[in-house]
């Protein structure tokens, strides 16, 4: 393999790197990289040395480095373990902004720069490629192709499950409860093994009958369904001998509110 460094500008800083036939021989200075992103290199030279995967795809090499007067020892990563040297630096982390920017930028870009400089035109070309190798690139397109095929595929697939939707992480909706939570709301606090589930799986048969959201909280991972859904199916459906007797006493003398009827508009 050459010694000699090939410099890669990137983003105003200088990338150095003795160039392989191939990403695991193509080797990557890691100081320049560290400095770069306004990190300290000693403490990402200990991290690197200490790593079982990463240590073992480095090499110590003599180098004299753009602004150096001299040749000295410089710690090379092999090409194809660059992102994941990369994705071992937690940007949310790094409390210094401009520190935390420049980590990703370099987390998105550098390894494909880098990788495009030395193999963009011979993978264009792709005589140079094992079988394996061509297959493996070959998907990688295909699927880069696929994702919003999928993407579109799983939009149809939460229409055809109820419309599915997935609430953040905090945010409260005050008129949608999971099966247990109705359950609880409507008193009924004697329950046989399983009923949850049942009522859960009879709510989400009515949710798309009737045309509302089943709601998947993000905390809770369970489906969770709207009042008017819980009100028919408490109120005049199939729950409706599930009540405790008050609660059916209140429902006849009116004393809560009817249900909304089935084709009213969805929420």
């Keep these: 393999m050459s010694k000699q460094l090939t410099t890669i500008d990137f983003h105003g800083s200088k990338l150095i790197a003795i160039a392989g036939d191939r990403p695991e021989n193509t080797l990557v200075a890691m100081k320049p990289i560290v400095e770069g992103m306004g990190l300290s290199w000693e403490g990402q ?19 004299q480095l753009a602004g150096d007067n001299q040749e000295r020892e410089h710690t090379f990563l092999a090409l194809n373990r660059l992102n994941f040297w990369l994705a071992t630096i937690h940007p949310d982390r790094i ?22 400089h030395f193999f963009g035109k011979a ?3 792709g005589n140079h490629l094992t079988a394996k190798e061509a297959g493996g690139i070959a998907k990688g397109v295909v699927n880069k192709a696929l994702t919003p095929i999928s993407a579109k595929l799983d939009e149809l697939m939460q229409k055809v499950d109820g419309v599915l939707a997935v609430r953040p992480v905090g945010v409260a909706v005050v008129n949608h409860r999971t099966a247990k939570g109705w359950l609880q709301h409507y008193g009924v606090t004697k329950r046989r093994r399983g009923l949850s589930q049942i009522v859960s799986n009879a709510l989400t048969r009515l949710s798309i009958k009737m045309g509302y959201v089943i709601s998947y909280t993000a905390e809770e991972g369970k489906r969770s369904f709207h009042e ?11 729950g409706r001998h599930l009540l405790p007797k008050t609660v059916k006493d209140q429902k006849e003398m009116s004393l809560e509110p009817a249900p909304s009827p089935f084709h009213q508009t969805p929420a």
């Design 45 to 63: 030279r200990k991290k690197i040395q200490s790593h079982p995967v990463l240590s073992t795809c480095t090499t110590v090499k003599e180098a």
């Design 95 to 116: 409390k210094n902004e401009g520190v935390r920017k420049a980590v990703i930028i370099y987390q998105t870009e550098l390894a494909d720069v880098a990788f495009n």
């Design 123 to 125: 993978i264009a070309a």
């Design 228 to 238: 008017v859904v819980a009100n028919a199916y408490f109120g005049v459906g199939a």
